[in-house]
C-alpha cells in the first residue's frame, strides 16, 4: 500500500507563488510516474502536470510557462511550483502516484491508483 500525502496550498494574491509538496511513501515502482491533478468547485479533476522517473513532464496549457513539476527520486517527494497564480488556479490540489500498469505516465486519473486527500491552494483578485 502507497500512502500520499501533500502539503503547501494556502491563499496567496493573484500573481504570487506557490509551492506544493507531495510525499508517497512505499517502493520506487509506485513513484516512477507522478502527477498532480486539481479540482475547482462544480468542476471535473482535470491534470495540472506530469512527471515520469527520466524527468520528463507535461502541463495542462493553461499552466505552462508558470508552474514547474519536479520530483525527488530519492525522497519519493513530487512538487509544484506555481508562479503568476490567477484567480483560476483557485482549487484542490491532489498529487497521484502508483500508475497502473495498462497505464502510459500522462494526465490520466484512472492511470493512477493512489491519491492524497489534497491540499486547497486559494487565490484572490
Known amino acids: 500500500q502507497v500512502q500520499v500525502a501533500e502539503s503547501g496550498g494556502g491563499s496567496v494574491q493573484a500573481g504570487g507563488s506557490l509551492r506544493l509538496s507531495c510525499v508517497a511513501s512505499g517502493s520506487t515502482y509506485s513513484t516512477r510516474c507522478m502527477a498532480w491533478f486539481r479540482q475547482a468547485p462544480g468542476k471535473e479533476r482535470e491534470g495540472v502536470a506530469v512527471i515520469d522517473s527520466a524527468g520528463s513532464s507535461t502541463y495542462v496549457d493553461a499552466v505552462k510557462g508558470r508552474f514547474t513539476v519536479s520530483k525527488d527520486n530519492a525522497k519519493n517527494t513530487l512538487y509544484l511550483q506555481m508562479n503568476s497564480l490567477k484567480p483560476e488556479d483557485t482549487a484542490m490540489y491532489y498529487c497521484?502516484?502508483?500508475?497502473?500498469?495498462?497505464?502510459?505516465?500522462?494526465?490520466?486519473?484512472?492511470?493512477?491508483?493512489?491519491w492524497g486527500q489534497g491540499t486547497q491552494v486559494t487565490v484572490s483578485s
Open positions: 497521484a502516484a502508483g500508475l497502473r500498469s495498462w497505464a502510459a505516465c500522462a494526465m490520466r486519473a484512472t492511470g493512477f491508483a493512489y
